[in-house]
């Protein structure tokens, strides 16, 4: 596993039986490193996967399911998520606040939402202006990969609508 996977996977926290989901445009080596974490603990990972390219492994203990197109929302139950990944889909779709929203309603009080973008497709003001207009806080950048922006914006137990 290379420094950026393994740095990328810290911001994981584990704790056992944590679940995370991933709602990703191209599911890749990064997406079976996520499964494979959580495995350790024995979590759960779900994957959303948006139409592009996708080359995952068939996994185990991986909850696969598939989303028509970049005007569809994402499934998923309320309050089921330690963290949830956004990778290159709020670029794409056509209701990104929409795409924020549910994420919200899909995380647990007290957890992150992780978005990853490939550069230069959104800018990093406008991924922090999504998570702050949505009730996210704590919003930062962390420079890990060299093609994607990272941003990571956090759920707070008692503020706003996280109720």
């Not at 949830?84 to 647990?108: G, M, N």
């Amino acid at each position: 596993m290379n420094k950026a996977t393994s740095e990328f996977l810290e911001l994981i926290h584990l704790t056992p039986a944590t679940r995370v989901l991933e709602i990703s445009s191209h599911a890749d080596d990064l997406s079976q490193a996520l499964a494979e974490h959580l495995e350790t603990v024995e979590g759960e990972f779900h994957l959303q996967l948006y139409p592009g390219l996708h080359n995952v492994p068939e996994m185990a203990n991986v909850k696969f399911g598939d989303v028509k197109d970049f005007n569809s929302p994402f499934r998923a139950i309320a309050r089921e998520y330690s963290a949830i990944i956004l990778r290159d889909v709020l670029d794409a779709h056509k209701f990104p606040d929409r795409i924020i929203k549910a994420t919200y309603k899909s995380l647990l009080n007290a957890t992150e939402l992780i978005i990853v973008q490939k550069k230069g497709s959104m800018s990093i003001e406008k991924m922090k202006e999504f998570l702050d207009s949505n009730e996210f806080r704590a919003a930062n950048e962390i420079d890990i990969f060299e093609d994607y922006h990272v941003v990571v914006g956090k759920k707070m137990h008692m503020w706003g609508n996280g109720l």
